[in-house]
């Protein structure tokens, strides 16, 4: 199993913690496939104190990669032009670029998963005004024609997502039980296929006391609770809506495996809580798993050599196992400019 490596944003903690990863016992015998900047990559060495020996190839080289670590250089951001701690166009242009190159090697059978170190929205967003996040980028680049879903893992206990990064004011007008449904069926889907059969799943409700009888308002009974009864009625172990204050007390003492909630931080702030060192973030629904540590890119402490390698390691040791578990999946050829096509227009379809 090989895992394609994407560098994140060079302002941040993303090359330092590339860096650990790769000088890491517990990856010594995994087959990684970096792709960024050569230079960008020796700094985070530096930072890190580790010292790396990885061969450096051209992007036409990807053909007959050899076992072990590789770097494949697209010298898209020379570390002496960047500014630690700090978001830019120039960092941000990068991430995409090696955002997007990693996913189409995973199409196309070149690695089995992909990974990335933490990117910075905004510094895309200075690159690419279009960009919103790495599911509408991926569902571009990849032109598929169903979007995955954020997970985030945790041993304890996973979390998926029916909204993800949208406004707050936009939630109840996003739901539906459809997509509540879709959510429900990918959580089983993907916990199965991670080793997890017939997964738990506890659904968080929308308002305080899940509407407390339709006094704190509707979506509870209307939307989220005939999707759980469809979602039940086609095999699906799931309990809800259950109001977002003790879904997850209940989910660590044992109950569910998993628990579904409405939008981004209902279920991000509980999940840091119990692990912020220890979680990460899994987008799936694409035929191959992508992962990341779920914390950010940590400006505070770039350079300082201070990052924790505790999230990243554990998303590099579940984007492996969850390739592992996978059954093999119908690929497509690898474009020559596959290292530099497609992100100008997978952001201009992205502003259509």
């Not at 997007?100 to 089995?112: K, T």
């Not at 598929?144 to 949208?166: K, P, Q």
């Not at 699906?236 to 003492?253: E, L, Q």
């Not at 912020?276 to 035929?287: E, H």
């Amino acid at each position: 199993m090989r895992i394609a490596l994407a560098i994140g944003d060079a302002g941040g903690v993303g090359p330092e913690l590339a860096a650990k990863l790769l000088a890491d016992p517990a990856m010594a015998g995994q087959d990684v496939v970096v792709v960024g900047d050569a230079s960008v990559l020796a700094m985070g060495a530096r930072h890190a104190g580790v010292t790396l020996d990885l061969p450096v190839i051209r992007a036409d080289q990807v053909g007959d990669l050899p076992s072990g670590h590789v770097l494949v250089d697209l010298a898209n951001i020379p570390a002496g032009t960047v500014t630690l701690g700090q978001s830019s166009p120039e960092t941000g242009a990068a991430s995409l670029q090696n955002f997007a190159a990693v996913l189409r090697l995973a199409r196309a059978g070149v690695a089995d998963a992909v990974m990335f170190t933490p990117f910075n929205k905004h510094s895309m967003r200075l690159a690419r005004p279009a960009y919103v996040d790495e599911i509408g980028f991926i569902d571009r680049v990849l032109d598929t024609d169903r979007s995955g879903r954020e997970f985030n893992v945790l041993e304890e206990v996973w979390n998926a997502r029916v909204t993800s990064h949208i406004p707050l004011s936009e939630v109840a007008n996003r739901m539906s039980v459809d997509r509540i449904l879709g959510s429900l069926r990918l959580t089983h889907e993907t916990m199965t296929g991670a080793g997890k059969p017939n997964p738990r799943i506890g659904v968080a409700a929308l308002n305080p006391h899940a509407g407390d009888g339709r006094n704190f308002g509707t979506e509870d009974d209307d939307i989220i609770a005939p999707a759980v009864a469809a979602g039940v009625a086609e095999g699906i172990d799931a309990k809800g809506p259950i109001p977002s204050d003790t879904v997850f007390v209940r989910a660590i003492r044992g109950e569910f495996d998993a628990v579904l909630t409405m939008y981004h931080d209902q279920g991000q702030i509980a999940m840091k809580l119990m692990g912020f060192d220890r979680g990460v973030t899994l987008i799936a629904g694409y035929g191959f798993p992508i992962v990341t540590p779920a914390h950010g890119t940590a400006f505070d402490i770039a350079g300082q050599g201070r990052a924790d390698l505790g999230a990243t390691l554990q998303a590099a040791l579940l984007g492996a196992r969850l390739a592992a578990l996978n059954p093999p999946r119908e690929c497509q050829p690898l474009p020559a400019d596959w290292a530099t096509a497609g992100v100008e227009g997978a952001q201009a379809a992205m502003a259509e």
